[in-house]
């Protein structure tokens, strides 16, 4: 994505069109968030599983190997601190989308003075994860003219999301 440089004011239009794409941003982190969790929780499940009946079925090495690959999902999840990833891009997400509501009427300068309170709470965001979001956020407002090619990566995350 290159910079422009605008030699006109900023509109009401696209005040507006910023705050859609950081909702979308975080409605976007949010849910690739929760699906980690989810592939997590899920091979932890089924790791359980293989211990449970690893031991039952008298295989202790399959037992060993299941129980490790438990804790160190445990591990992740702790250290990772998805949980409050996910919470807090949720968090964004609503706080955006309710400006967006009120944002038609709303002068430009109040638009963008709750946008900059709001952003003042933001994470770290992944850049793939970014760029879909513009996109996203450009084809909604029927600009598919502004649309941006993506990566390889970009294209994989969005099979995630």
Not at 6 to 33: I, K, M, N, P, T
Not at 97 to 124: F, H, P, V, W
């Amino acid at each position: 994505m290159t910079e422009e440089v605008r030699d006109y004011l900023r509109s009401h239009y696209e005040a507006v069109g910023d705050v859609r794409y950081h909702a979308r941003l975080h409605y976007l982190h949010a849910a690739f968030y929760r699906r980690i969790r989810m592939v997590m929780a899920t091979i932890s499940l089924m790791s359980g599983t293989a211990s449970f009946a690893s031991v039952v079925g008298n295989y202790p090495l399959i037992a060993s190997v299941a129980g490790v690959v438990i804790a160190v999902i445990a591990v992740l999840d702790a250290v990772s601190g998805l949980p409050d990833k996910v919470f807090s891009h949720q968090s964004l997400y609503k706080r955006f989308t309710e400006l967006a509501g009120r944002a038609a009427k709303l002068e430009m300068d109040a638009i963008d003075a709750e946008s900059a309170a709001i952003e003042a709470d933001e994470t770290g965001e992944i850049e793939s994860l970014r760029l879909r979001a513009y996109n996203d956020s450009v084809l909604s407002a029927g600009r598919p003219d502004y649309v941006v090619p993506v990566s390889f990566l970009a294209k994989l995350l969005s099979l995630i999301v």
